[in-house]
């Protein structure tokens, strides 16, 4: 007597959110080689990743951090807000704890970088979908470290903020304005017609006075010291 009660391979349903076209069909490609994966859809912004959620009700969306218009992170509070039970896993070329939290804050389930696309990805396509939360351990640490430069901050003296601040060199004191308000390493290299590599030294260098571990600390430190008012007001 053959079998007659073959299993089922329960099949999770995808929704792709990326402006990279390219990306899409690599990512396109790769998950639906998988016996238990399917990608259901395609969006190019967090608008149409929004409408499309709605819509299609996907098993687990892969959610682009940074894109035109509305981030990934404020498409994901909003899928979340109207659908609890879609899984989110951000997929980012930025490993940056403040990203992380981000994204954690408005419900995703997990985070994984661009780079590391491949049998990470879908280990963790497969962990949000049964409900769990992926994180990479450098990840992990990286919020951890975070949370410590938080709490080391209450408290600080303002002054000794400052002191600290003006201990900087002059290239440091603007690749520190530039970072904080956001530039890539390569951007702050071009307008300081510096090389990539300089740029990352004196980086590493200010972070070091200043006793920073992640841009997201870096950010407060300005804001704070009111460094950044002229260039936000």
Do not use: W
């Not at 790769?30 to 238990?36: S, V």
């Amino acid at each position: 007597m053959g079998r007659t009660d073959i299993e089922k391979v329960q099949v999770i349903r995808l929704l792709l959110v990326d402006d990279h076209t390219v990306l899409r069909a690599g990512l396109r490609s790769l998950l639906n080689a998988e016996d238990d994966m399917e990608v259901i859809g395609e969006a190019e912004s967090g608008q149409q990743a929004v409408d499309m959620a709605h819509a299609m009700q996907p098993d687990v969306v892969l959610m682009d951090v940074t894109m035109p218009g509305m981030s990934g992170v404020e498409a994901t509070c909003r899928i979340k807000e109207a659908d609890p039970e879609i899984h989110i896993l951000a997929l980012t070329m930025h490993d940056d704890a403040s990203y992380l939290r981000d994204i954690l804050g408005a419900g995703g389930a997990g985070y994984v970088l661009k780079e590391a696309a491949g049998d990470e990805l879908l280990s963790a396509i497969r962990a949000v979908y049964q409900g769990g939360t992926f994180l990479h351990p450098s990840h992990t640490k990286a919020l951890l470290e975070d949370i410590v430069d938080r709490n080391k901050d209450v408290g600080e003296p303002a002054d000794e903020k400052q002191a600290r601040y003006e201990s900087l060199s002059e290239r440091e004191a603007q690749v520190f304005k530039l970072v904080a308000l956001g530039y890539r390493n390569s951007e702050i290299a071009e307008m300081l017609h510096l090389s990539v590599k300089t740029v990352e030294t004196y980086k590493a260098r200010l972070m070091q006075k200043l006793g920073l571990r992640s841009r997201a600390a870096l950010v407060r430190y300005a804001l704070e010291l009111g460094i950044l008012e002229d260039e936000v007001a």
